[in-house]
């Protein structure tokens, strides 16, 4: 069986429901210290602890290391990541599923993989839960999962392992208040991306915009009209069944998937506040425009740290994290925003022999350049996003002292 189309739901009163099942649970089995000694194997590094002793900075003979002074696992990842290990030890034969990777960074999810924890499969943008029985144990990564695949799952007699970040819960709290209030959710976020779907489902009547060129695009409609097939066709695939623009952009709340780089969210918030501040008024302000604060307190950090590294004198810029993280495109961003020669890669093993790197530029695919490290003195700026371990940091570190020491 395949993830069911959306229906109307009271998520509301269904998630009640659920936090109050037996076979639901969203605060581990307090064998935290059972499997502390496994994630500090697989994940822990000396030598990032040493940097962070040294002011960020590691010199080894012509190449200097200057270290995000924020970077790396997020305390709602290193949750996520803990509560799946302990899911594992606490059904120790039981099958065990993740509706999709636990966190966006491929050696954590390989992790997972050797302790013979099973992934729903997605055959043409669509997951197939057709092998998941009653009694398997289920596990809702950090970014959630959408009402729909909560339903199917309790429905199905699933044992349910909810991973989900409080700060994306408290985006759907946010989306819930809009839809109490009949009030549109403009969700800034990217379509497929699997917190944002989760969130619209949480939504009543929504709108997801990708940027501030689309949301620009969403205010002239509400200042002017438009043509509104246009529109349609412009978010067809964005927006909740049914929506009408001329009747669903009268009143609109502002939320976010909590991984976006945070200056322009709040740039969307504040063009929305402008355009029905000037289309009905200070006087109506408040009965067509709602805004909450949920921006995550680690992508900011992340972002805030990468600013002030970009602000120092850089050779080039590596930033590491899953090619699909959105916290680790961002920050990519942010290098290319200033001219920084600039590497997003996934795995140490993007950094190969002979001086090469394997790495994806913005908007683009992978690509492979030649020659990665100058000669000379070289000092290198490093950030990781909030789903990558300090040890593939510093396996990354090390292969670009070996080149330099080659």
């Given at each position: 069986?395949?993830?069911?189309?959306?229906?109307?739901?009271?998520?509301?009163?269904?998630?009640?429901?659920?936090?109050?099942?037996?076979?639901?649970?969203?605060?581990?089995?307090?064998?935290?210290?059972?499997?502390?000694?496994?994630?500090?194997?697989?994940?822990?590094?000396?030598?990032?602890?040493?940097?962070?002793?040294?002011?960020?900075?590691?010199?080894?003979?012509?190449?200097?290391?200057?270290?995000?002074?924020?970077?790396?696992?997020?305390?709602?990842?290193?949750?996520?990541?803990?509560?799946?290990?302990?899911?594992?030890?606490?059904?120790?034969?039981?099958?065990?599923w993740i509706t999709n990777e636990i966190i966006h960074n491929p050696s954590v999810n390989d992790h997972l993989r050797?302790?013979?924890?099973?992934?729903?499969?997605?055959?043409?943008?669509?997951?197939?839960?057709?092998?998941?029985?009653?009694?398997?144990?289920?596990?809702?990564?950090?970014?959630?999962?959408?009402?729909?695949?909560?339903?199917?799952?309790?429905?199905?007699?699933?044992?349910?392992?909810?991973?989900?970040?409080?700060?994306?819960?408290?985006?759907?709290?946010?989306?819930?208040?809009?839809?109490?209030?009949?009030?549109?959710?403009?969700?800034?976020?990217?379509?497929?991306?699997?917190?944002?779907?989760?969130?619209?489902?949480?939504?009543?009547?929504?709108?997801?915009?990708?940027?501030?060129?689309?949301?620009?695009?969403?205010?002239?409609?509400?200042?002017?009209?438009?043509?509104?097939?246009?529109?349609?066709?412009?978010?067809?695939?964005?927006?909740?069944?049914?929506?009408?623009?001329?009747?669903?952009?009268?009143?609109?709340?502002?939320?976010?998937?909590?991984?976006?780089?945070?200056?322009?969210?709040?740039?969307?918030?504040?063009?929305?506040?402008?355009?029905?501040?000037?289309?009905?008024?200070?006087?109506?302000?408040?009965?067509?425009?709602?805004?909450?604060?949920?921006?995550?307190?680690?992508?900011?950090?992340?972002?805030?740290?990468?600013?002030?590294?970009?602000?120092?004198?850089?050779?080039?810029?590596?930033?590491?994290?899953?090619?699909?993280?959105?916290?680790?495109?961002?920050?990519?961003?942010?290098?290319?925003?200033?001219?920084?020669?600039?590497?997003?890669?996934?795995?140490?093993?993007?950094?190969?022999?002979?001086?090469?790197?394997?790495?994806?530029?913005?908007?683009?695919?992978?690509?492979?350049?030649?020659?990665?490290?100058?000669?000379?003195?070289?000092?290198?700026?490093?950030?990781?996003?909030?789903?990558?371990?300090?040890?593939?940091?510093?396996?990354?570190?090390?292969?670009?002292?070996?080149?330099?020491?080659?």
């Amino acid at each position: 069986m395949r993830t069911p189309v959306a229906a109307f739901v009271d998520t509301r009163a269904f998630k009640r429901s659920l936090h109050h099942s037996e076979r639901y649970n969203r605060r581990g089995f307090g064998l935290g210290e059972e499997v502390a000694g496994s994630l500090e194997q697989a994940y822990q590094s000396d030598l990032i602890a040493k940097l962070r002793e040294n002011g960020y900075e590691l010199r080894r003979g012509r190449l200097t290391i200057r270290l995000a002074e924020a970077f790396g696992f997020c305390w709602g990842v290193e949750r996520a990541v803990a509560m799946a290990y302990e899911t594992r030890r606490h059904y120790p034969t039981e099958r065990i599923w993740i509706t999709n990777e636990i966190i966006h960074n491929p050696s954590v999810n390989d992790h997972l993989r050797e302790m013979d924890v099973q992934f729903i499969q997605v055959e043409g943008g669509v997951k197939d839960f057709s092998d998941v029985a009653s009694g398997d144990v289920v596990i809702l990564p950090a970014f959630g999962a959408t009402v729909q695949e909560m339903q199917l799952l309790n429905e199905r007699g699933c044992h349910i392992v909810d991973t989900t970040c409080p700060w994306v819960s408290k985006v759907w709290n946010t989306v819930e208040k809009h839809k109490k209030h009949a009030f549109t959710s403009i969700i800034h976020g990217k379509v497929k991306h699997e917190e944002t779907l989760a969130t619209s489902s949480f939504a009543g009547t929504y709108l997801v915009v990708l940027d501030m060129a689309e949301a620009q695009m969403v205010c002239d409609y509400i200042l002017e009209g438009g043509d509104r097939h246009a529109f349609m066709d412009r978010f067809a695939k964005a927006c909740s069944p049914g929506f009408d623009p001329d009747r669903d952009l009268a009143r609109v709340g502002v939320a976010n998937q909590t991984t976006m780089l945070k200056s322009e969210t709040e740039e969307i918030g504040r063009l929305f506040e402008r355009t029905m501040l000037k289309r009905y008024g200070p006087a109506e302000l408040s009965e067509h425009f709602l805004a909450f604060n949920t921006i995550c307190d680690a992508t900011q950090e992340r972002q805030d740290a990468m600013f002030a590294l970009v602000d120092e004198p850089l050779d080039l810029m590596v930033v590491i994290g899953g090619y699909n993280s959105s916290n680790t495109t961002h920050l990519q961003e942010i290098a290319v925003s200033r001219g920084i020669r600039s590497f997003h890669i996934d795995t140490p093993e993007r950094i190969g022999p002979g001086n090469q790197i394997e790495h994806m530029p913005l908007g683009s695919a992978l690509e492979t350049e030649r020659p990665f490290l100058p000669e000379g003195p070289i000092r290198v700026g490093i950030t990781s996003g909030a789903s990558t371990p300090d040890r593939v940091v510093e396996d990354i570190i090390e292969r670009m002292v070996a080149l330099t020491e080659a």
